[in-house]
C-alpha cells in the first residue's frame, strides 16, 4: 500500500520561507516521477515542480528560481524549498508519484498514481 504523508506547511509572511516534505512508503519500483502540485481556492490544481529518477527536474514558470526540489533516496523523501514567497503561492500543496516523467509531461496531473493528503500554505 503506496502513501505519501506531506508535512511542512503553515502561515508564512511574503519574501518569507517554507520547507514542504513528502515521505513515500510502501512501494518498490526504482524509476519514478515526484512532483508536487497546489491548488489555491476555486482553481485548478497546477503542477509547481517535478524530479524524475533520474535526477532531473521541471519547475513551473512562476516558480523558477525561488522554489527547490530534491530528493533524499535514503529517506524516500523529497522537498520542496519554497524561497521568496508571494500571496499567490498560497494553497494546498500535494504530493504526487507516478511513472517516469519529462519536461512536458510533468505537469499531467493524470500521470500520477498516488497523492498525498495536501499541506496548507498561506501568506500571512
Known amino acids: 500500500h503506496v502513501q505519501l504523508v506531506e508535512s511542512g506547511g503553515g502561515s508564512v509572511q511574503a519574501g518569507g520561507s517554507l520547507r514542504l516534505s513528502c515521505a513515500a512508503s510502501?512501494?518498490?519500483?526504482?524509476?519514478?516521477?515526484m512532483g508536487w502540485f497546489r491548488q489555491a481556492p476555486g482553481k485548478e490544481r497546477e503542477g509547481v515542480a517535478a524530479i524524475d529518477s533520474d535526477g532531473s527536474t521541471s519547475y513551473a514558470d512562476s516558480v523558477k528560481g525561488r522554489f527547490t526540489i530534491s530528493l533524499d533516496n535514503a529517506k524516500n523523501t523529497w522537498y520542496l524549498q519554497m524561497n521568496s514567497l508571494k500571496p499567490e503561492d498560497t494553497a494546498m500543496y500535494y504530493c504526487?508519484?507516478?511513472?517516469?516523467?519529462?519536461?512536458?509531461?510533468?505537469?499531467?496531473?493524470?500521470?500520477?498514481?498516488?497523492w498525498g493528503q495536501g499541506t496548507q500554505v498561506t501568506d500571512s
Open positions: 510502501g512501494y518498490t519500483y526504482s524509476s519514478y516521477c
Open positions: 504526487a508519484r507516478g511513472g517516469r516523467c519529462t519536461s512536458t509531461s510533468w505537469k499531467a496531473t493524470e500521470k500520477y498514481s498516488y
